[in-house]
Structure formats: C-alpha cells, structure tokens
T-cell receptor, first 118, second 112 residues
Framework: AQKITQTQPGMFVQEKEAVTLDCTYDTSDQSYGLFWYKQPSSGEMIFLIY??????QNATEGRYSLNFQKARKSANLVISASQLGDSAMYFCAMREPYSGGGADGLTFGKGTHLIIQP | ETGVTQTPRHLVMGMTNKKSLKCEQH?????MYWYKQSAKKPLELMFV???????ENNSVPSRFSPECPNSSHLFLHLHTLQPEDSALYLC???????????FGSGTQLSVL
C-alpha cells in the first residue's frame, strides 16, 4: 500500500493565484516528519518545507505553507501568489522512525506536475 | 558551487558495459543516499550510508554496487544493466539521518 498519496497528477493554475497541492499519508507511528520538495526540469530536488508530527502550528516558509491535519493524515502544500517559476513537479515525502536501527531515508509520493499559466 | 554534485549528468551505456556514477557533497553531512526516479513512479530509495557505513539496501539487484570511501563521496558502480534500469539516479545527503535531504541534479541513465 502507498504510504504517500498525491491525487493530482497535474494542475494548471493562473499566475498570482493561490495553489493547494494535496498529500495524504499512511503511518501507524506517532513520531514522523513530512516534507515537500520541488523538482524543476533541471532535475534537482529542492527542499521547500518541513512539518514534524508533534508540531502544533502549521509550518510556513515564505510563500509556502503546510496545511497539516493530523487526524485526517493530510499535509497539503499551499503556495500563495503563484509565479511562473513555480512550474515544476512537487513531491510530498515522509520520514518515519528508524526500523532496524538504521536510516530509512524518505518515502516519496508520485508527485504533482504544476504548471503556472500567465 | 552547488552543495551536492553528481557526474555525469547524462550517461548512455550498453547492457555489457561497466560504468560508475559519482556524487560529492560539500556540506559536511554524515549521511548519503542513492535514489532511483523512473517515469510515473515515486522515487525509490536504493542505498543509505551513515558515517561511511551502509545502513540500508532496499533489495537492489547486485548489478548496482555502491561505494562510500568517505562521508563526502558516494559512487554507484553499474554492470550488466537492463533497459528497465534506465532512469534518473539522484544522490542526496543530510546532516543526520533525521534531517532534510539535499539532492544533486541527478544522472539521467539510458541503457540500450
């Protein structure tokens, strides 16, 4: 079963509008972290924002905010005042506690392809 | 200078070739990762190294062989690959295994 689900394969948004990218996750752990990354056509994955499972307030980083609804296991990314340069793939990811004492890395969703139109 | 550098950016190889992908991080991090990104699939974690020790191997075929000589360098040695191994291979590093990952730009691999 998928641990990270992004239900929007692609989105078209008008420049300067706000955008919400959906992400739901599945875990039985109480301690976990949620991440959003942006991948432009150049290929590099760029970190955007992080939310810890015990953080009481929604994370914000400039134009990015994370709408964290723990009971719904939802961690949507909100981009305010979208710009043409926001066109890219966006990935939601989760880090769970250690298993076997090692580092597990991040588990990623399939991504949403966001296109900002002028 | 970018924090995580991968070379080459593009690689085309035949199924009988042997090649290596290189990753170098200039961030002083302790953990390094290899991910595989195929079209229309989520990123797949392949290997994790923490303080040069391999801590994760997610059932990756033996035709992929990682090497981590020090905390700043990570290699992925490739031999007798299959066409389905064609993908973008991303390297990442992090300060600790609980911190955010910093990625390189990837190597786009095509196996003919």
């Amino acid at each position: 079963a998928q641990k990270i689900t992004q239900t929007q394969p692609g989105m078209f948004v008008q420049e300067k509008e706000a955008v919400t990218l959906d992400c739901t996750y599945d875990t039985s752990d109480q301690s976990y972290g949620l991440f959003w990354y942006k991948q432009p056509s150049s290929g590099e994955m760029i970190f955007l924002i992080y939310q810890g499972s015990y953080d009481e307030q929604n994370a914000t980083e400039g134009r990015y905010s994370l709408n964290f609804q723990k009971a719904r296991k939802s961690a949507n990314l909100v981009i305010s005042a979208s710009q043409l340069g926001d066109s890219a793939m966006y990935f939601c990811a989760m880090r769970e506690p250690y298993s076997g004492g090692g580092a597990d890395g991040l588990t990623f969703g399939k991504g949403t392809h966001l296109i900002i139109q002028p | 200078e970018t924090g995580v550098t991968q070379t080459p950016r593009h690689l085309v190889m035949g199924m009988t070739n042997k090649k290596s992908l290189k990753c170098e991080q200039h961030l002083g991090h302790n953990a390094m990762y290899w991910y595989k990104q195929s079209a229309k699939k989520p990123l797949e974690l392949m290997f994790v190294y923490n303080f040069k020790e391999q801590t994760e191997n997610n059932s990756v075929p033996s035709r992929f062989s990682p090497e981590c000589p020090n905390s700043s360098h990570l290699f992925l040695h490739l031999h007798t690959l299959q066409p389905e191994d064609s993908a973008l291979y991303l390297c990442a590093s992090s300060q600790g295994t609980r911190e955010k990952l910093f990625f390189g730009s990837g190597t786009q691999l095509s196996v003919l």
